[in-house]
């Protein structure tokens, strides 16, 4: 199978600009293909990993992936999916990000020996001069075209500043440049950024004459149409600072059954007959299927010992089943814990006298931050969904103290399902 038949097959094609021209290359020959991102937090999140998972296929592959940080164009903000201006970072903020993202992606991708590029659009885009860039790059640009593009149209309800027009010409010079310096002849990117790619692709055949490429990826929602990554506790990130390898794991093992396996096919690498097998399975076999796509997400992007870990402190915590070695004899999740380890949990310690003293149940899980608030927490105990070291807390204002702690000196709180926190009793 050529990249683009994996690409294809596991569902991160949307739109193409010259389907037959794209299968044929990337076919026949070693290519050079870029994504873009935006350097406007210190971190990526899981909605980048389309994109990254995207790259590494090329890599995996035989290609030529770019990375391109956008340290040059994020001075200006991408309007594309925006109903109003981001805003304007300075240009520390930014450069301090794009480094750390450039360290993040290289946890995905081989950098050495220029198996992967990864490149920051600063170096050229703060060089240019204005009145040379209108005159040589503006002049092939109409406005009524630009208008017309999605990421511009949906602005003008709300409004589009000038410095954001200039955007779309920005990467589109971004496409010249890559074609021009680097060989670089397909951008691929997400479906909100069609109208930059077309322009790029545009941009390029009338200073280069030459053809070039666009694919984009769909823009994914999950099966309750909820943004990819959004949680009550806010963004998944993929830095394990903002997002321990624990949560990171929660995340995917509370996966809606309707998207186990376009996730499985999307963000792991275990083979397309096995993903297929997933649309049979039920209940607990299910449950198996979440642990798998659980783990494997998270040895990506944590590494293996990570993935353990968390599978480990899952299994503690939740009483997961072992993974039946018939359903995915692809994957390397272990088969069953040695012992019990919830060292991946996240854990609080405490002061004797905090014990001693004692506190309301309502009180402590707002403490520990497993609610955003006190009537939260009433509400959740309220309606039966905290747990302390397994029973149920029965009145929000149960006093909880060192009658409570386990053998082990511990307190277990769980919020339903999925939120886990251990309190432990300094010696």
């Not at 409004?159 to 021009?180: H, R, S, T």
């Not at 830095?239 to 996966?255: A, K």
């Amino acid at each position: 199978m050529s990249v683009y038949d994996t690409l294809s097959e596991r569902g991160f094609i949307e739109q193409i600009t010259d389907e037959a021209s794209i299968k044929e290359l990337l076919k026949n020959h070693i290519v050079t293909c870029y994504i873009g991102f935006d350097p406007t937090a210190a971190s990526l999140h899981i909605g980048s990993l389309v994109p990254i998972m995207a790259l590494v296929h090329l890599q995996r592959q035989g290609h030529r992936p770019i990375a391109l940080v956008g340290g040059g164009t994020a001075l200006i903000g991408d309007p594309s999916g925006k109903t109003e201006m981001r805003r304007i970072l300075t240009r520390k903020e930014i450069d301090a990000n794009a480094e750390a993202i450039k360290n993040q992606l290289a946890t995905y991708m081989d950098f050495k020996d220029n198996g992967a590029l990864l490149l920051n659009n600063a170096d050229w885009i703060t060089e240019l001069n204005y009145v040379e860039f209108l005159r040589d790059i503006g002049r092939h640009f109409s406005v009524n075209r630009m208008l017309a593009a999605e990421s511009y149209r949906m602005r003008l309800e709300t409004g589009l500043n000038f410095i954001e027009f200039n955007y779309m010409l920005l990467q589109a010079y971004d496409f010249y440049y890559l074609n021009k310096h680097y060989g670089c002849v397909v951008q691929m990117g997400g479906n909100d950024q069609w109208g930059n790619i077309v322009a790029g692709i545009d941009l390029t055949r009338r200073l280069e004459e030459k053809r070039v490429f666009g694919i984009t990826f769909p823009l994914l929602t999950t099966a309750q149409g909820h943004k990819m990554g959004k949680t009550e506790k806010g963004t998944v990130w993929l830095d394990s600072s903002l997002t321990s390898p624990y949560d990171y794991f929660q995340y995917w093992i509370n996966t809606d059954d309707a998207d186990i396996e376009r996730f499985l096919a999307l963000f792991t690498f275990l083979p397309m007959e096995e993903i297929r097998e997933t649309g049979k399975l039920k209940d607990t076999e299910l449950n198996m299927a979440k642990s798998v796509l659980a783990f494997e997400a998270t040895k990506i992007t944590h590494g293996e010992k990570s993935a353990i870990a968390a599978w480990k402190a899952s299994s503690g915590a939740f009483h997961l089943r072992p993974v039946d070695a018939k359903l995915f004899p692809s994957s390397t999740i272990p088969r069953m814990p040695d012992s019990e380890d919830l060292s991946a949990i996240t854990t609080i310690m405490k002061a004797r006298t905090d014990f001693e003293k004692g506190i309301a149940a309502f009180e402590l899980f707002e403490e520990v931050k497993l609610c955003a608030s006190r009537g939260e927490a009433r509400r959740l105990i309220s309606q039966g969904g905290a747990y302390i070291n397994g029973e149920k807390v029965q009145k929000y204002d149960d006093i909880v103290d060192i009658s409570r702690l386990d053998d082990n000196g511990e307190l277990r709180l769980r919020k339903g399902k999925k939120n886990y926190i251990i309190i432990k009793m300094n010696k």
